[in-house]
């Protein structure tokens, strides 16, 4: 298994590109088994979710092609297989975006169980039941969803609570539904409307998608469409929070400040100078950042996927903040790694006080899941000394070429491969 070196401390300064936003290029690349034309997407990151996602399409006779710019499927005929085994599905939760679509375009879809995960036990009871307000039936046995529906059939679902991939799910499925579908309680993260944009642009017709409702007006077939991702916003957040924990100076070329509100806010707060007037965001951070208490949210509020590095971020601050986690029950497993680098961490569920400041000494940790091993590298770029982050395959999954792009802004990163 590969690890990665940092040398730390660095002080972070230069300017990067973030790549397309995984958790927008995973629905869209479902979104090609609902269409037999080829669909082109630009900017989809060569990321290890979506390596895994093509390989699932593949299972459903979707041919890909990877160019210079992004991505093109080629979906051909009816897919060949209407189930999402669990080996794919047990490396990827949202393979479970493959319901949604094959179920309206099949009839019928048989989809692994997604089960717990490092992050929490994540059901996905508001995806079977908003696809039961379509007319699916839908049965649990041997560890697999299985949902039916000749054809679905517009109807109301209201969520109770916001689920990202829960509301593109029922989007996708809603496309070829008879008649009208409303939404209600949906996510309103910005991924959630780049789906619908590529939706529309194969012949959707979609209205709300970044509002909390969302109206969908079936229609018979989809056809191609060629679609730019937009950019990642997590992990154009992480380089900025690095920027912050290495008072340093980051610009993200592409970034959209617009879908990173609340943490440019916080950012600001804590005593970064922001520039986010464009082109990207530009941050010049500070040796004397204050503490913030944050808690995370739904979008537009703080994202639990940057809550893990903001940890990271508070363990510099002189006094203490206090970190909630609303989102996942089950989301510090960072904090016994961050803590052997030197934090001062206590938890008492979903709540974590961080109390700083830090002098953070490198360390030997463990990546346990994407965006905490994301806090333990930006850790490593500010501690003294060698940190050495192992199970990298954790950062793999949504992080492109993280150690070029950190090289790319002056710290000592290298990857030892595993082997
Ligand atoms: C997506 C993101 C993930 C991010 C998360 C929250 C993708 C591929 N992944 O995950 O990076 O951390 O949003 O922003 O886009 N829930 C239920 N029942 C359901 C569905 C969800 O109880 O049927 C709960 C979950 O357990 C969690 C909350 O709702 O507590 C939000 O989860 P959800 O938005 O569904 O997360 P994902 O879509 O899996």
New binding site residues.
């Given amino acids: 298994m590969d690890r990665l070196r940092i040398e730390g401390p660095t002080r972070l300064a230069g300017s990067i590109r973030a790549g397309g936003a995984?958790?927008a290029a995973?629905?869209a690349l479902a979104a090609s088994l609902l269409c037999s034309e080829p669909i082109e997407l630009l900017s989809v990151p060569d990321v290890r979710?979506v390596r895994t996602m093509l390989r699932l399409l593949e299972h459903f006779g979707v041919a890909s092609e990877r160019g210079a710019e992004g991505v093109t499927l080629r979906p051909g005929g009816e897919p060949p297989a209407d189930d999402a085994p669990y080996e794919l599905v047990k490396t990827m939760?949202?393979s479970v975006?493959a319901l949604g679509p094959l179920l309206a375009r099949l009839g019928h879809a048989r989809v692994s169980l997604p089960g717990g995960c490092a992050?929490?036990?994540?059901?996905?009871?508001?995806?079977?039941a908003g696809l039961e307000a379509l007319g699916a039936h839908v049965e649990l046995e041997h560890g697999y969803v299985t949902a039916r529906a000749p054809r679905l059939r517009g109807g109301c679902y209201r969520f109770?609570?916001?689920?990202?991939?829960?509301t593109?799910n029922l989007i996708m499925a809603a496309t070829l539904a008879t008649g009208s579908t409303r939404l209600e309680n949906c996510?309103r993260?910005p991924?959630v409307a780049d789906l619908a944009a590529l939706l529309s642009r194969m012949g959707a017709r979609i209205e709300g998608a970044g509002t909390a409702t969302i109206e969908i007006e079936g229609v018979d077939s989809l056809g191609g469409a060629r679609h730019r991702i937009i950019p990642d916003r997590?992990e154009a957040g992480t380089y900025l929070i690095g920027g912050a924990m290495t008072a340093g100076e980051v610009r993200v070329e592409n970034a959209e400040p617009s879908h990173l509100g609340a943490l440019l806010e916080v950012l600001d707060e804590v005593g970064c100078q922001i520039d986010a007037a464009g082109p990207g965001i530009c941050l010049v951070g500070t040796p004397e950042i204050t503490s913030r208490d944050v808690a995370t949210a739904?979008?537009p509020g703080f994202?639990?996927?940057l809550q893990a590095q903001y940890m990271a971020l508070m363990t510099r601050t002189r006094g203490a903040s206090i970190i909630r986690e609303t989102?996942?029950?089950n989301r510090f497993q960072h904090v016994p790694e961050l803590a052997r680098m030197g934090a001062e961490i206590s938890i008492e569920g979903g709540r974590a006080e961080v109390r700083g400041p830090t002098e953070l000494s490198g360390a030997n940790v463990m990546a346990t899941d994407l965006r905490a091993s994301a806090s333990l590298v930006l850790a490593g770029l500010a501690a003294v000394g060698t940190t050495v982050v192992d199970r990298v395959y954790h950062l793999d999954r949504g992080y492109e070429a993280m150690e070029s792009k950190l090289q790319l802004l002056g710290a000592r990163v290298e990857r030892l491969r595993g082997d």
Wanted: charged letters at 30%; a negative charge.
């Fill in positions: 995984k958790n995973l629905p979710d939760r949202a975006l992050i929490g036990v994540r059901p996905i009871d508001q995806h079977l109770d609570m916001p689920t990202v991939t829960g593109e996510a993260e991924e997590i739904p979008h994202p639990t996927d989102v996942f029950e």
